[in-house]
């Protein structure tokens, strides 16, 4: 049977989600909690959206296929018992063979929090980004608008990108203040890699008046990496999970959200 579980997780302590040989990744304290739970020596998992080291999850997606017949709070709270305190399973439900957790995604939704200080965060250090020059939300706003719709966003790409295309459908980017925390929340039909660090990046300099709001689009229409800000700092960026079509009965809420400011 094919299961489906939601994850979160603050990425400070880890070297991102893909498993890799020093097996301090996300991926790889899930999928050894999974197998310890199950009582097998190993369960395979395959996530919505990879995240980087130092980038947090609330509504991180997996599927993996099992033999292994529990209840389904039965796969969340044994689990949970595996896992160190910064992971934790918030859902479990059963889809059919035919539910790909990356390939069945229709959207894809982040979250960057930043503090607005004239010093550096103490309690925030980790999981919110900071800048200590005063930021112009309309400034950002206006620049933000010359990324909506589809464009080729290579000038915001890493060069790690593995891709196979640089064209990606941004549907929005909202950006509130709450006190001295801002806001900016991002949807896409997928997202290069980096490509939110590096959109942050050259929205926090149209913010802090370093360049007008038209520069956005010179920096979209160049196509060069080499145009663009530099890539922002990881610390505030929350992936807030994937967006399904309703048959496949699956939560479209995440658990936490509201927790951000």
Not at 112 to 130: D, I, K, Q
Request: hydrophobic share 45%; charged share 20%.
């Amino acid at each position: 049977m094919r299961i489906a579980l939601g994850i979160s997780y603050q990425g400070g302590a880890y070297q991102g989600w893909q498993s890799q040989p020093s097996g301090q990744t996300v991926q790889d304290q899930l999928e050894k909690a999974l197998a310890q739970f199950a009582d097998v020596p190993a369960i395979h998992t395959l996530c919505a959206g990879r995240t980087d080291a130092g980038v947090h999850g609330l509504g991180q997606v997996v599927h993996f296929d099992t033999d292994v017949h529990r209840a389904m709070n039965s796969w969340v709270r044994g689990t949970n018992r595996y896992l160190p305190d910064d992971i934790a399973v918030q859902w479990a439900y059963p889809v059919p063979d035919a539910f790909h957790a990356r390939a069945s995604a229709i959207a894809r939704r982040y979250a960057y929090v930043l503090l607005e200080s004239p010093v550096r965060p103490s309690l925030e250090t980790g999981r919110a980004g900071w800048v200590f020059r005063p930021l112009d939300q309309a400034a950002m706003e206006a620049a933000a608008a010359h990324l909506i719709g589809e464009h080729d966003f290579t000038s915001f790409r890493a060069a790690q990108c593995q891709a196979l295309s640089p064209v990606k459908h941004l549907h929005r980017i909202d950006i509130r203040r709450r006190g001295a925390y801002w806001r900016f929340d991002f949807e896409a039909n997928a997202f290069l890699h980096h490509m939110i660090r590096n959109l942050m990046g050259c929205l926090v300099a149209v913010g802090q008046g370093l360049r007008p709001p038209g520069w956005m689009a010179e920096v979209r229409d160049a196509r060069s990496r080499d145009v663009a800000a530099p890539t922002f700092a990881p610390d505030g960026l929350y992936f807030l999970g994937p967006v399904y079509e309703p048959h496949w009965g699956l939560p479209n809420t995440v658990p936490g959200a509201d927790w951000l400011p």
